[in-house]
């Protein structure tokens, strides 16, 4: 009974256990993510922001890395900045022509807003600032235990195909 200790061999079991704990982390993570943008930190309208969330596993020489975000950007805004107080002005016009919205409650819940026909005009709009509402950085360290967990489970199943006979 002879055991394949050759590097070639170690090196490619132990790049497929990179690559599953990667894989494994990169679900994770974006399931967390997904999460926070359906209603944890941030209120779902469209869904567009929740399906862009993507990962990626890239394999390098001596490990890998994993890359997860989206490519919409208000997302990255939300992340990393939030907004500061700002005014909105007319650019062409004399006065800001802002809508009258009525709110009408159903016996049966809910609520909707409806036009009722008249403007209000306003010079300015002071718009108040907004903190920023991370998303990504939460659902990682909601996940890095249970991240940690897999990888031990997977390396000793890595551990464990190396030294049997092959």
Do not use: C
Not at 31 to 44: D, E
Not at 122 to 139: C, D, G, H, I, Y
């Amino acid at each position: 009974m002879a055991i394949d200790l050759t590097p070639g061999r170690i090196r490619f079991i132990t790049r497929g256990g990179v690559r599953r704990i990667l894989d494994k982390a990169g679900v994770r993570i974006r399931n967390g993510a997904v999460k926070n943008l359906t209603g944890r930190v941030l209120n779902r309208k469209t869904g567009r922001g929740a399906s862009s969330v993507f990962f990626k596993v890239r394999m390098l020489n001596r490990g890998g890395s994993v890359t997860i975000g989206s490519r919409v950007f208000y997302l990255r805004m939300w992340e990393l900045f939030g907004h500061g107080a700002y005014t909105i002005v007319p650019r062409r016009k004399k006065a800001l022509k802002i809508p009258v919205l009525s709110t009408t409650v159903p016996a049966g819940g809910g609520f909707t807003l409806t036009t009722t026909g008249g403007f209000i005009l306003r010079s300015r709009v002071n718009m108040p600032a907004v903190a920023k509402k991370p998303w990504l950085e939460p659902a990682f360290n909601d996940e890095l235990p249970a991240i940690r967990r897999d990888a031990i489970k997977i390396m000793a199943k890595v551990v464990e195909q190396i030294f049997t006979t092959g």
